[in-house]
């Protein structure tokens, strides 16, 4: 099911461990220049090492007809640096898409002895109309994209490793070493989306008209197979004029209970455009409104900068989701998918009341092992002030120094107006276990277009108490928006290895 899969993204990574990135020249082993054609947009090359295999399906004219269905097909890329194998389908005008590779071990989806594919898309005139990389989530990098064909006729999709269509990125400047993989096989898969109405699908489509909350579109929950969670729901929509309005609804269920507060995401696949998923539009806003208040948002944010929606909401209440399209000309393809998820929030701020100042930190804070090979603290916080002043708060949280060492880093990432809450100018500072300021670089605010992260900052030498502590503030909050929510990640690292 496809409630199951991360959300597409384009691109070649930018991750820490040299997944993806950009710019410099090609590959290792041989000398390789490379070229776009004009009318594909997907990179070829021309190599001195042992040239190109020709597996029969190496461009346009040799494409390998793509069936529909589970089954897909199997290819190889090789030389890996220099491959890229051709497919054909024929589609028909607003059909949503899914194309999905294989390549990873399920044990080792970020294994980098087997190839980084990279999905690209042409039209039936060979130009490029949508990709993908990695999927958005960083769980894995093969390459899956989601999307909606623009017309009716065939089309072709092109499977490379990100040293091939990526010529500026090819290792050592982001993508894998070739020189490392061990496997170079992989499989696709393109599967059409049948968005039949259903009460408890977890795919929807958008119905006009839906301009309002009366015209609302249920988002229904779909449990997966052992009924201990929901499938993402997935929303295929479209604007149909420049002042189109879509309006949609969901009720969070009461079960299963988590133990911390109850979050609704919804964020959109992207980013739009031929390197993106195809579309010809960004979202601009969207909103979500508590049915009992269609007067104030209870969240908002601006997509087209990068923000998503979490923010925590009640279970059985109805919400109303408004999504809004930026001014200008309606495009050729103006689509969006919209992912909607009921999810936990991390631990809860427990001592509101008392951690307001730096003598009496919030401690307490629950350890994880984070993926860097450190440990990680994180919350649910509120910036809600008191009755007597309710747009000033602070909170102060206390992090102990027993499980660092020599050497090792804190990094702080926090969210609240990029995750639709009220808060405006979000501010995390990391202080001296005493609660004195270290320096101006061990704080950052957020703003609209900008994530708050404090990045790899050294621990001081001999914190006081053995602990660093963390300050969170804010600037005076949206008057048109009333969540007042935000999270936090507080990372320690140890140094990186040699």
Request: aromatic share 8%.
């Given at each position: 099911?496809?409630?199951?899969?991360?959300?597409?993204?384009?691109?070649?990574?930018?991750?820490?461990?040299?997944?993806?990135?950009?710019?410099?020249?090609?590959?290792?082993?041989s000398?390789t220049?490379?070229?776009?054609?004009?009318?594909?947009?997907?990179?070829?090359?021309?190599?001195?090492?042992?040239?190109?295999?020709?597996?029969?399906?190496?461009?346009?004219?040799?494409?390998?007809?793509?069936?529909?269905?589970?089954?897909g097909?199997?290819?190889?890329?090789?030389?890996?640096?220099?491959?890229?194998?051709?497919?054909?389908?024929?589609?028909?005008?607003?059909?949503?898409?899914?194309?999905?590779?294989?390549?990873?071990?399920?044990?080792?989806?970020?294994?980098?002895?087997?190839?980084?594919?990279?999905?690209?898309?042409?039209?039936?005139?060979?130009?490029q109309?949508?990709?993908?990389?990695?999927?958005?989530?960083?769980?894995?990098?093969?390459?899956?994209?989601?999307?909606?064909?623009p017309?009716?006729?065939?089309?072709?999709?092109?499977?490379?490793?990100?040293?091939?269509?990526?010529?500026?990125?090819?290792?050592?400047?982001?993508?894998?070493?070739?020189?490392?993989?061990?496997?170079?096989?992989?499989?696709?898969?393109?599967?059409?989306?049948?968005?039949?109405?259903?009460?408890?699908?977890?795919?929807?489509?958008?119905?006009?008209?839906?301009?309002?909350?009366?015209?609302?579109?249920?988002?229904?929950?779909?449990?997966?197979?052992?009924?201990?969670?929901?499938?993402?729901?997935?929303?295929?929509?479209?604007?149909?004029?420049?002042?189109?309005v879509?309006?949609?609804?969901?009720?969070?269920?009461e079960?299963?209970?988590?133990?911390?507060?109850?979050?609704?995401?919804?964020?959109?696949?992207?980013?739009s455009?031929?390197?993106?998923?195809?579309?010809?539009?960004?979202?601009s806003?969207?909103?979500?409104?508590?049915?009992?208040?269609?007067?104030?948002a209870?969240?908002?944010?601006?997509?087209?900068?990068g923000?998503?929606?979490?923010?925590?909401?009640?279970?059985?209440?109805?919400?109303?989701?408004?999504?809004?399209?930026?001014?200008g000309?309606?495009?050729?393809?103006?689509?969006?998918?919209?992912?909607?998820?009921?999810?936990?929030?991390?631990?809860?701020?427990?001592?509101?009341?008392?951690?307001?100042?730096?003598?009496?930190?919030?401690?307490?804070?629950?350890?994880?092992?984070?993926?860097?090979?450190?440990?990680?603290?994180?919350?649910?916080?509120k910036?809600?002030?008191t009755?007597?002043?309710?747009?000033?708060?602070?909170?102060?949280?206390?992090?102990?120094?027993?499980?660092?060492?020599?050497?090792?880093?804190?990094?702080?990432?926090?969210g609240?107006?990029?995750?639709?809450?009220?808060?405006?100018?979000?501010?995390?500072?990391?202080?001296?276990g005493?609660?004195?300021?270290?320096?101006?670089?061990?704080?950052?605010?957020?703003?609209?277009?900008?994530?708050?992260?404090?990045?790899?900052?050294?621990?001081?030498?001999?914190?006081?108490?053995?602990?660093?502590?963390?300050?969170?503030?804010?600037?005076?909050?949206?008057?048109?928006?009333?969540?007042?929510?935000?999270?936090?990640?507080?990372?320690?690292?140890?140094?990186?290895?040699?």
């Amino acid at each position: 099911m496809l409630g199951t899969m991360a959300a597409t993204a384009a691109g070649c990574g930018g991750d820490d461990d040299g997944s993806g990135g950009s710019g410099g020249e090609g590959g290792a082993g041989s000398t390789t220049t490379s070229t776009v054609t004009s009318t594909t947009g997907v990179a070829t090359s021309t190599s001195s090492g042992a040239g190109p295999v020709d597996d029969g399906n190496d461009s346009i004219e040799e494409a390998e007809e793509l069936p529909a269905g589970n089954n897909g097909l199997e290819g190889t890329l090789e030389p890996l640096e220099e491959d890229a194998d051709y497919y054909s389908f024929t589609g028909t005008k607003g059909l949503p898409v899914y194309l999905v590779t294989d390549a990873k071990p399920s044990d080792g989806e970020r294994d980098p002895t087997y190839p980084d594919t990279v999905i690209t898309l042409l039209d039936a005139d060979g130009n490029q109309i949508a990709q993908n990389d990695d999927p958005q989530d960083g769980f894995t990098n093969d390459s899956e994209l989601l999307t909606v064909l623009p017309a009716d006729g065939e089309y072709f999709v092109v499977i490379q490793d990100c040293n091939a269509a990526f010529p500026e990125s090819a290792f050592p400047n982001g993508c894998f070493d070739p020189a490392e993989v061990v496997s170079f096989d992989y499989s696709v898969q393109f599967l059409p989306l049948n968005l039949a109405a259903s009460e408890t699908d977890s795919l929807v489509a958008e119905s006009e008209p839906n301009e309002d909350a009366e015209q609302a579109v249920s988002m229904p929950y779909e449990l997966n197979q052992d009924e201990s969670a929901y499938f993402t729901t997935f929303v295929f929509g479209s604007f149909t004029d420049e002042a189109d309005v879509d309006v949609y609804s969901f009720t969070p269920p009461e079960t299963p209970e988590f133990e911390n507060a109850l979050l609704a995401q919804l964020s959109f696949s992207g980013p739009s455009g031929p390197e993106g998923n195809g579309s010809t539009v960004d979202v601009s806003e969207v909103a979500v409104f508590n049915a009992t208040d269609l007067t104030s948002a209870y969240a908002k944010v601006d997509p087209s900068k990068g923000g998503d929606i979490a923010v925590p909401v009640e279970a059985g209440q109805e919400y109303f989701v408004f999504v809004k399209r930026p001014a200008g000309e309606v495009g050729e393809n103006d689509f969006y998918i919209l992912l909607h998820s009921r999810t936990s929030s991390d631990p809860l701020e427990a001592e509101e009341a008392t951690n307001g100042d730096v003598a009496t930190p919030e401690g307490g804070l629950v350890s994880f092992p984070n993926g860097g090979g450190g440990v990680s603290f994180a919350v649910e916080g509120k910036l809600a002030g008191t009755e007597e002043a309710p747009d000033v708060d602070v909170d102060v949280y206390e992090l102990p120094l027993d499980d660092t060492g020599e050497g090792w880093t804190i990094s702080v990432i926090c969210g609240a107006q990029r995750h639709g809450s009220g808060v405006r100018e979000l501010r995390a500072e990391v202080l001296n276990g005493d609660g004195t300021e270290i320096d101006a670089a061990y704080a950052e605010t957020e703003t609209e277009a900008k994530e708050l992260f404090v990045d790899s900052k050294a621990i001081p030498e001999a914190p006081e108490g053995n602990r660093l502590l963390v300050r969170v503030s804010a600037g005076t909050p949206a008057a048109d928006v009333t969540s007042r929510g935000y999270n936090c990640l507080f990372a320690y690292l140890p140094p990186a290895a040699d």
